[in-house]
């Protein structure tokens, strides 16, 4: 069965340094997202992603964050300059199409990112 | 304001039993909502979801109930086994501008035991 694959798995980094977060989506989808999870804390909605441009951000994608996708199969999420509030497991997400009608968000692993 | 949360933290139910989980939300603009299950250590995994236009919905071992009067979403899970342990989140898919997102809730820990 397809599956959104991340990585790395846990990524230890120390404040003010850039850290980039990949993630390969299912193949055939074209709608990709990020979300994080602060430990302990409901899963946060960062942003969406569709015909290589943002299609919608949150207040905690600021300009420290950005998004790629560098070729045909990676999207990644990189934050320029870690701060230690960025500490949180990053999930990426995709889905086949978006719309009215519910399609599903299939979540990859996650990657714990440690900010020291 | 967007916002959909969780009135049980923590619910232990003995294996067998049936779990209800519930959700409270405030934004009544969406279409969907959906369950998701996260166990330790894993992305958040897609349960079942319910259009706003229905008040039941039915899977496997898994019904959600919407009641939209009181804008209250509930899990309910028969005969709950060791491998349902895990946290539960109710979700908004929120549509917007030709895109979609999820609203998340805060979650609720399900631990079931033998």
């Known amino acids: 069965e397809p599956e959104v694959t991340q990585t790395p798995s846990h990524q230890v980094t120390q404040m003010g340094q850039e850290v980039i977060l990949r993630c390969v989506p299912i193949?055939?989808?074209?709608?990709f997202y990020w979300y994080r999870q602060i430990l302990g804390q409901k899963v946060e909605f960062l942003v969406s992603?569709?015909?290589?441009?943002?299609?919608?951000k949150s207040e905690i994608f600021d300009d420290q964050f950005s998004v790629e996708r560098p070729d045909g199969s990676n999207f990644t999420l990189k934050i320029r300059s870690t701060k230690l509030e960025d500490s949180a497991m990053y999930f990426c997400?995709?889905?086949?199409?978006?719309?009215?009608?519910?399609?599903?968000?299939?979540f990859g692993p996650g990657t714990r990112l440690t900010v020291l | 304001g967007e916002s959909v949360g969780l009135h049980l933290p923590t619910l232990s139910v003995q294996e067998g039993d049936n779990s209800i989980i519930n959700c409270a939300y405030s934004?009544?603009?969406?279409?969907?909502f959906i369950w998701y299950k996260q166990e330790s250590g894993k992305g958040p995994q897609f349960i079942i979801d319910?259009?706003?236009?229905?008040d039941k919905r039915q899977g496997q071992r898994v019904t959600v109930l919407l009641n939209k009067t009181v804008k209250h979403l509930s899990l309910q899970i028969a005969a709950t086994q060791p491998g349902d342990s895990a946290v539960y989140f109710c979700?908004?898919?929120?549509?917007?501008?030709?895109?979609?997102?999820?609203?998340f809730g805060a979650g609720t820990r399900l631990a079931v035991h033998p």
């Open positions: 934004n009544s603009a969406s279409d969907y």
């Open positions: 992603f569709y015909n290589n441009e943002i299609s919608e």
């Open positions: 979700a908004e898919d929120f549509f917007s501008g030709g895109y979609n997102k999820l609203i």
């Open positions: 997400a995709s889905s086949e199409e978006a719309g009215i009608s519910y399609n599903e968000q299939f």
């Open positions: 193949s055939n989808h074209l709608y």
């Open positions: 319910i259009r706003s236009n229905m």
